[in-house]
């Protein structure tokens, strides 16, 4: 399980980004995935599918398939992680405080300096979003066409994002749970605003989204289509880690 924070955050992040915006009920979403086949550094991922299953609630969002779920808890600026293979799970802080107490001690200060210097480099991030005005009709809803493209300390990325205004919703509880979520995190908040305006071009739910990343001169596609989506009320265990799972340090 084990990941990079940088790295771990800035998934979490494009993650929320590109989630259909939600309304003050608790929301449920079902939506299948495509991941392209990928090599890099001798390393080969295969082409995957999965279905997601997604709450959102005023209190946190949790995602879930076969292999794994992503629990993100804003007002404790937390996220975990858990792996259903190996049954063992994983909490990462997105308060910079607190991730500087998490690290090991024999690390020193060039360490430390190093990892603020890599939660800056996070904060570097700008967003535009394109209207195109083309409209086609997507699992029963009216939907239309914009494009979206990000800078990040990943890359330059695109995403073509097909949205519907049949389905209604709120902005301002997912707004909330953006900002609680990384406000720990210095120069994070600011940043997050300017990209949440930009995304407010937007209009109404993502019903179909083609996230393109180009790195290391390789082309990487991931395809997310919303096959669900309902106002429910969640599960009361919903931020449950199951019984019996074995918790690990984020660096495991």
Known sequence: MKKPVAILLMS??????LMP???MADVYM?????????????MEQPAAEVVDQTWITPKGVRTDNPEMSTIMLPDE?????????????????????KMMEGMPRDEGAGDHAAMHQMMQQMTKMDASVTDTGEEKVINGW?????????NTMMGKN???????????????????LMTKMFSGLPGMQGAMETIQKEMEKIKGVQVL????????NQTHKTRTELLEFKAADAPKDLFAVPAGYRKESPDH
Do not use: C, V
Request: proline residues 0%; without cysteine.
């Open 21 to 23: 915006g939600i309304s």
């Open 209 to 216: 989204s083609i996230f393109t990343m180009n790195m290391m």
């Open 77 to 97: 600026q937390k996220i975990i992680m858990i792996d259903h293979q190996s049954k063992t799970y994983i909490e990462q802080s997105t308060d910079m405080a």
């Open 12 to 17: 979490m992040m494009m993650g929320l980004m």
């Open 158 to 176: 695109t995403t073509e994002i097909w949205a519907t205004e049949d389905l209604k919703i709120d902005r301002k509880l997912y707004d909330q």
């Open 142 to 150: 009216k939907s239309r066409k914009y494009l979206l493209t990000m």
């Open 30 to 42: 079902k939506q299948k995935r495509h991941t392209d086949a990928m090599r890099m550094m001798g």
